[in-house]
């Protein structure tokens, strides 16, 4: 992915003071040489804050009292980006983050405040990078280390700080530490392209097919245990059979076991058992006592039905009553027209004028007799229709009867199974049959649904041949193969710069290990892990080698998630003690530090130079060290940004007290 490092950009805390912007040049080794406390192991920090680490790990004190955001300006395909977070103060980190996006941006000289959240610029740098959003836990076990992969997890392969750098345990950023360090093996085999999100979908497919098929068997097997028992019984439920009478005679003794099953399948099928078992054995008192149970259902079916229908009416009746009250207290509220009769007299006068009130008195007759017909239309319901008692008499009576004659065929079957041994033993027999035959059914539905052509077993073959359709995609094969061809490119690239370098064993060939995230050398005699090689410079020279070999591979691929761009802290650290490195600054014209340590680190310097031009413009390596700019000057697309001596630092002087 082409994301190289514009700019770092600090702003003060002074809103009186300007942005302090450090640039960088895009496709090339910029080296930001300086003496110690001057700032260059805060690069590292302030880069990963800014691009969404979880805790802020820039240094306090000088840099922190004095920043109020930090920011870092990328270029990328899509033009420029910044991203610019708020310094946190006491806390561990600060989800308030300031993002700028287009062709050209142009820094401003304050931020006032955030305009984004540090979680959406990891969404957003996940999307920039092409990531999947497919995890790694095919099981479903909740395991952290097994999540999607993340443009965070990549920042191992960009990031070489002082600790890192020439550690013979650890060999990518933060693989210290339990957790990036198993993130990193899962995703190693996506970053390389072993594993591919098309691949990622179809393990998801295959490990979900699995579980399916795991739980179909499961069920299959059970139901087949369950036919198992009850097929060596078999030929006991046919002998049983036939001493019901259900069958005419047993079956020979080698009959298969599908026509055992045909026998029990007609049995199940037959509707006329019953009657010839009766016929051959029945007694007429069980006949009888048949004819009682069948009539005894079908009058009790009959008085149920009166019983319902006397309810309804009575309940019907019990309405009528009260809507009669009901309607009776409305007349008698309206019958104004009787008190307007009695008020009324042929001969009354005026008390004012003392005139005839005559033709009052007739316009009162009026109103008497409009409300009379009102009054007869609230009164016509007087009660239920004379032929509703008389159907509720005979329903009354009908259901009388038909209880009585229920209690009868009671009495009279009572008695007769009371008298009747013969009918009880029959009325045993007709329930066991009954649950032979019912236990019959259950056995025979078993039966088919784990015969070849049953729904159960039909799901578990397709799910089978799904899977192996899906397993001739997704071979482990395949993907081991392609992996170990990517290694195989890594290898080879850091075979070709360990020659240049400074390293005991440069022929002898090494291998990246991703289980072990270190490096193996394999000689002729044995093979060593990093950690069992000695020398300060030998761990450097394979650090150098691996990191530069990924990145080489990296840009060979037609698409890759990682950033092109990779920082290196101090990787002089092991030529020189930290007094010696000042002291070269200040001799740079003595012959003495010529010799093989000098030598040894311009091969670094010159290695880094090898790849940058070869990859130009697509590859950005920034360095911070001690080392003085003699050494690397003359190299090919190396450049100083800035030197950072007599006073000059990345926080500038009139910062310190800032407030």
């Known amino acids: 992915m082409y994301f190289q490092i514009k700019e770092i950009i600090l702003w003060s805390k002074n809103p009186n003071l300007r942005p302090r ?10 080296v930001i040489s300086g003496i110690s406390r001057t700032g260059k192991s805060a690069i590292i920090p302030i880069i990963d804050y800014c691009l969404g680490a979880d805790k802020c790990t820039i240094p306090v004190k000088t840099i922190r009292d004095s920043c109020e955001w930090f920011g870092v300006l990328v270029q990328t395909v899509q033009g420029e980006k910044l991203f610019a977070r708020r310094e946190p103060g006491v806390q561990k980190s600060t989800g308030d983050m300031y993002v700028l996006e287009g062709t050209k941006i142009e820094i401003p000289d304050r931020i006032d405040a955030k305009n984004n959240s540090f979680e959406a610029v990891k969404r957003m740098l996940d999307e920039l990078a092409g990531l999947t959003a497919l995890d790694f836990d095919f099981d479903n076990i909740g395991s952290g280390f097994r999540g999607r992969p993340s ?14 750098v020439a550690n013979p345990n650890v060999l990518f950023y933060k693989a210290d530490t339990h957790e990036h360090r198993e993130k990193l093996r899962t995703i190693f085999p996506y970053v390389l392209g072993a594993v591919t999100p098309d691949l990622l979908a179809k393990q998801h497919e295959l490990n979900q097919l699995k579980r399916i098929l795991r739980k179909k068997e499961t069920e299959l097997y059970n139901i087949r245990q369950v036919s198992e028992r009850w097929l060596a019984e078999i030929r006991s439920r046919v002998i049983e059979a036939r001493e019901l009478g259900l069958i005419d005679s047993i079956p020979p003794q080698d009959a298969s076991r599908e026509q055992m099953v045909g026998i029990l399948q007609e049995i199940v099928g037959a509707t006329t058992y ?5 016929n051959e054995t029945i007694s007429d008192a069980l006949e009888e006592l048949k004819a ?19 309810a309804e009416m009575t309940a019907l009746k019990e ?5 009669k009250g009901a309607l009776q207290i409305q007349r008698d509220r309206l019958s104004i027209s009787n008190w307007i009769s009695r008020s009324q007299t042929d001969n009354h006068d005026c008390p004012v004028c003392g005139n005839d009130l005559g033709s009052a008195n007739e316009i009162t007759n009026a109103l008497k007799n409009s409300l009379l017909e009102i009054e007869k239309e609230t009164g016509e319901f007087d009660s239920v229709p004379a032929t509703f008692d008389r159907e509720f008499e005979r329903v009354r009576a009908e259901s009388e009867h038909v209880s009585e004659k229920l209690r009868a065929i009671r009495f009279r079957r009572n008695a007769l199974e009371a008298s009747s041994e013969e009918a009880k033993a029959k009325q045993y027999e007709t329930l066991r049959v009954s649950r032979f035959i ?11 649904q784990i015969g070849t052509d049953s729904e159960l077993s039909g799901e578990v073959n397709d799910l089978r041949d799904r899977i192996r359709a899906v397993e001739r995609t997704l071979s482990e094969g395949s993907i081991k193969e392609n992996e170990r061809r990517a290694l195989q490119a890594v290898n080879l690239n850091a075979g070709k710069l360990l020659p240049n370098l400074d390293v005991e064993r440069p022929n002898e060939p090494m291998e990246l290990l991703i289980n072990d995230l270190t490096v193996r050398v394999n000689g002729p005699s044995r093979e060593d892990y990093l950690w069992e090689i000695g020398s300060g410079s030998n761990w450097l020279a ?12 990296f840009l060979d691929l037609q698409t890759t ?16 003690p930290k007094h010696l490195r000042e002291d070269m600054a200040e001799a740079e014209d003595r012959l003495d530090w010529k010799d093989e340590d000098v030598e040894a680190l311009r091969k670094v310097f010159g290695s880094f130079s090898e790849v940058v031009t070869r990859n130009k413009p697509n590859f950005q390596i920034i360095v911070l060290d001690h080392a003085p700019d003699y050494l690397w000057r003359d190299l090919s697309n190396t450049h100083a940004p800035e030197e950072w001596r007599d006073g000059k630092k990345l926080v500038p002087e009139d910062w310190l007290n800032a407030g």
């Open 151 to 164: 443009f965070r997890d990549l920042s191992a392969f960009i990031f070489q700080p002082q600790n890192i």
């Open 542 to 553: 394979y650090h150098v080698a691996t990191t530069l070999g990924l990145h080489q591979f």
């Open 561 to 576: 998630a990682v950033p092109s761009f990779i920082i290196y802290d101090q990787p002089s650290q092991v030529y020189f």
């Open 438 to 448: 019912g236990n019959i059914e259950q056995a025979l539905e078993t039966y088919a």
């Open 292 to 310: 009682l149970r069948e009539e005894e259902s079908q009058v009790s079916s009959e008085l149920s039905v009166l019983r319902r229908r006397q």
């Open 319 to 323: 309405s009528a009553v009260l809507y």
């Open 21 to 30: 912007r450090l640039p960088f040049e895009l496709g090339s080794v910029n």
């Open 274 to 278: 019953d009657m010839r078992l009766s």
